[in-house]
């Protein structure tokens, strides 16, 4: 997968690209959320994103990140707009945990669903299968041992989507996010019988 291939949303200030690695520094209050709970609605994260029509495929990377503050967070997103998108990360809580967590959003309206891992944790493999409309996001501390986070549909998320990764910091903060192995391939979820 060659990173020429991928355009900014949300294109940060401070960026890096090496061969088979991108280095991106969060600004402060950036976020992707809209409306449940909080009401507010934000969609400034930069992302570095590719698009497919491709209905089964996987995308994967490792993610490491130093991030300090309350919510800030690293990892993969699928986005179709600002109203449909999808994102897992590892979010910042305090110094004894943070929040492995993911978010679908459908027309509109977001979900969070998390489980708390030590804070210590400083880099997360992830690993998105799509089968049409409906998605499989799994996580690993190794890239070789993945367990599933959640299964989830995308309402809108049938046809042409783009997928990557970002960072942000919906906080007063700002911190190094290092995106590499990045690996596209055939379908790793299998059809269920």
């Known amino acids: 997968m ?8 949300n294109e940060p200030q401070t960026y890096q690209f090496d061969p088979g690695r991108v280095v991106l520094r969060t600004e402060p209050r950036t976020d992707l959320w809209q409306r449940t ?3 507010f609605q934000n969609d400034n994260a930069p992302a570095l994103l590719t698009e497919t029509t491709d209905p089964f495929f996987t995308f994967s990377v490792k993610t490491e990140f130093e991030s300090k ?7 993969i997103l699928v986005y179709l ?3 449909n998108w999808f994102k897992a990360s590892t979010e910042y809580e305090n110094e004894t945990f943070q929040r492995l967590g993911s978010v679908v959003t459908n027309r509109g309206y977001s979900d969070w669903a998390t489980t708390d891992i030590p804070a210590g944790i400083r880099s997360i ?14 996580a690993s501390y190794d890239g070789t041992n993945y367990r599933q986070m959640r299964i989830f ?8 989507i783009r997928f990557g990764v970002y960072a942000c910091s919906p906080e007063d903060s700002s911190f190094e996010a ?5 690996g596209i391939e055939p379908c790793r979820w299998e059809e269920h019988t």
């Open 2 to 9: 060659k990173i020429d291939q991928f355009r900014w949303l």
């Open 37 to 39: 709970y909080y009401g």
């Open 69 to 75: 503050r309350r919510y800030d967070q690293c990892g």
């Open 81 to 83: 707009d600002s109203d």
């Open 125 to 138: 493999f992830y690993r998105v299968s799509r089968r049409r409309s409906d998605y499989l996001i799994e």
């Open 153 to 160: 549909r995308l309402l809108e998320g049938g046809e042409a």
């Open 178 to 182: 290092i995106f590499t192995e990045f």
